[in-house]
């Protein structure tokens, strides 16, 4: 008899249930990113129709970030822009979005 139960191994070859980047929440400071220049994403994520159960990416968020300007000026430092991603899950999908919004930012010099 073993001490110690043995831990659940994934097939070989399998995708991981979750991708690591999935536990970094990303959503969270590109709120604040967006509050600080009173601006709100706007998320639009659904199932990928027709996707086999095999895909591990059955889901889809498109985030639109609109225009960032500097306060008190009409002068933008971010174009609106939409990006799009896929994750296992929907908020997997969300988090991956908002991951390519914070580089865009972080790209423009917009401190996060």
């Given at each position: 008899?073993r ?13 991981p ?96």
């Amino acid at each position: 008899m073993r001490d110690h139960p043995v831990a659940a191994q994934p097939m070989p070859g399998a995708p991981p249930v979750r991708s690591p980047a999935a536990h970094i929440d990303s959503c969270g400071p590109l709120k604040e990113l967006l509050d600080r220049h009173h601006a709100a994403p706007a998320y639009n994520t659904a199932r990928l129709a027709g996707a086999p159960a095999s895909d591990p990416m059955q889901f889809t968020c498109s985030l639109t970030v609109p225009p960032l300007k500097k306060p008190g000026s009409e002068e933008v430092l971010l174009p609106e822009a939409t990006y799009t991603a896929s994750g296992r899950g929907a908020k997997d999908a969300e988090q991956a979005a908002a991951r390519q919004a914070i580089v865009a930012a972080e790209k423009a010099g917009l401190a996060i």
